[in-house]
């Protein structure tokens, strides 16, 4: 008997093809996905116990021997074979012929420049469109259960594969100019083409995620839970103002500064979520379910928000204490590097190699006398230094691997990977909260960067292999020097995309409250609310985030087509 896959059971052949069929595969496609489904893994259980027989009798003339197993797996991977053919044209014919507004077929004869820009404003709303639905499905899961939401959360999880995949294409292109028009036509379409199926996915879910929200009946109770998340933000929001000013008393001012305005932001999306709830409650109560509904998804994303600041302040305020913690080991390893730098720099030849390693010494000394410097002066940056430490130290690794040989260099990277680990997921979350409380200013090109630093991490936290969840298999490990390579491009790809984040926000500008702090021009800035039409100031419309146009409303679960079915005015 063959054994079933370590993963998940999958669905029945048909709720998988009732899937596609709301996920909008035509009805002949879904039909034979289910065929091919039941030849893979077998007919549902229900009917394997109706038509369960004797087993067959296997002959020594070779009647259901191996001969006869081979024919059902040969026959299922042509089948598939050819329905993977078949689909991938469809797909490519419906992409090339569309005629809707963003499709490549629209563009055909349009300029490169128009291409890109209506491929950065749909990555820019499948992002939001992805997120949101991320953002309410922890709501509804920290309520119902994560029994309740998991055909959900398999859906985000599907949308988001799906999404890393258009922003890993997207970095490939602006990794790779010039490029042909053609092969940038090409590579645009399947930017589009990836955007588009996240969304129907989504967009196929939200219906039955409503039946099992039900907020326009549920309102009240609904209402009641999110206050009291708002409670429990709101007190460690006062904790969190008490970290941040121990931290900044503690280290020099440019350590703290990416997470300074965390606590007054978090307090703007505290009061927004406080009216929202107020009106949702006045709502419920005069039977107004849809109202209410709106005004509580706009105050349970700004109740995220402003959890993502807080838990920003704490997260900082841990990393810069252990980079302080770390920064002695890191130096006494620099020290090695730098002695085995020597040793090899009076063994070698004057000139050539040895010019280059005598620079990067060079380089190492000043590094860590100037660390040594900022921990005598007592006000120092201790993940910065700990950055510069580390990134000066492997590139003497680097130039001393091929004397030192391949084991050598891989234990001195593994050494260096942890102190490189601890800043680029300082990195990487500082870059994702900038982004994610910004999704009314932010661009497609910060948000590109952001998900390949995120793609990096991943990799460079797979040193040591692991189980992949979402394969269902072991992940062979990374080396520690290719670890240590990517954990280091993660850093790098991070710190641009919070950059460019940060330049869109001010191109944005700070949008006007509806009062005097009511939160609103947060909410704007943070893509809950749609922030003034025709403005040209940010990515809806147009500005040089180079989004997309939003809904009036607080996105809902769903993709682009239906996360905007729901609004608060």
Known sequence: MTPS?????????????????????????????????????????????????????????????????????VVAAGAAGAFALVSYRRRRRRFAHRTTPGGPGEGQAAPPADLDARAARLLVDTDDAVRASAA???????RFGAGEVRPFA???AYARGE??????????????????????????????????????????????????????????????????????VTARARTADAVLKEA???YAPAATAAVLGYAAQAEDRLAFATARLRRAREAAAAGDGDTAAGHL???????????????????????????????????AEAGTGRAAARESLRDAAAGGPAAGLRDLLARADAVVAQAERARAAGAYDPVDLLRRVTEADAALDHALAAAGGREAAADRA??????????????????????TTHLGAVGAEARTRLAEAERHLERAEGHGGRVDPRAARFTAPASPVAALVDARRADA??????????????????????????????????????GPAGDGSGPGDGGPGGGGPRDGGPGAFGGTRTRGRTGSG
Not at 62 to 67: C, I, L, M, S
Not at 420 to 432: E, I, K, P, S
Request: glycine content about 10%; some cysteine; charged content about 25%.
């Open 154 to 156: 398999e859906a985000v």
């Open 297 to 331: 998804r706009a105050a349970e994303a700004a109740i995220g928000q402003a959890a993502v600041f807080v838990d920003g302040v704490h997260r900082h305020a841990d990393a810069l204490a252990e980079a302080d913690r770390r920064l002695p080991d890191a130096l």
């Open 136 to 142: 309410e499905l922890a709501f509804t899961a920290a």
């Open 248 to 250: 900044r008393a503690a």
């Open 163 to 232: 999404l890393a995949a258009a922003f890993r294409l997207r970095q490939r292109l602006d990794d790779a100019r010039p490029q042909d028009d053609a092969t940038r036509r090409r590579a645009l379409d399947e930017i589009v083409a990836r955007c588009a199926e996240a969304n129907r996915c989504l967009d196929a879910e939200a219906a039955a995620f409503d039946g099992l929200r039900s907020l326009e009946r549920a309102a009240p109770g609904a209402v009641e839970y999110a206050d009291t998340v708002l409670r429990q």
């Open 5 to 73: 896959p370590p993963s998940l059971p999958p669905a029945p052949p048909s709720a998988r093809a009732a899937r596609c069929a709301r996920a909008g595969w035509c009805p002949r496609a879904a039909a034979v996905a289910a065929l091919l489904l039941g030849c893979w893994y077998g007919p549902p259980p229900a009917y394997a116990t109706a038509t369960a027989g004797p087993a067959p009798v296997r002959t020594a003339d070779g009647d259901g021997g191996v001969a006869g197993d081979l024919v059902a797996p």
């Open 493 to 530: 790809l991070a710190r641009q995309a919070r950059t460019l984040a940060e330049r869109d926000v001010r191109a944005y500008g700070h949008p006007d409250g509806g009062e005097p702090g009511d939160g609103v021009g947060g909410a704007v800035l943070g893509g809950i609310l749609r």
């Open 414 to 435: 593994d050494a260096l990977l942890g102190p490189a680990l601890l800043v680029a997921r300082g990195t990487v979350a500082t870059a994702r909260e900038q982004v």
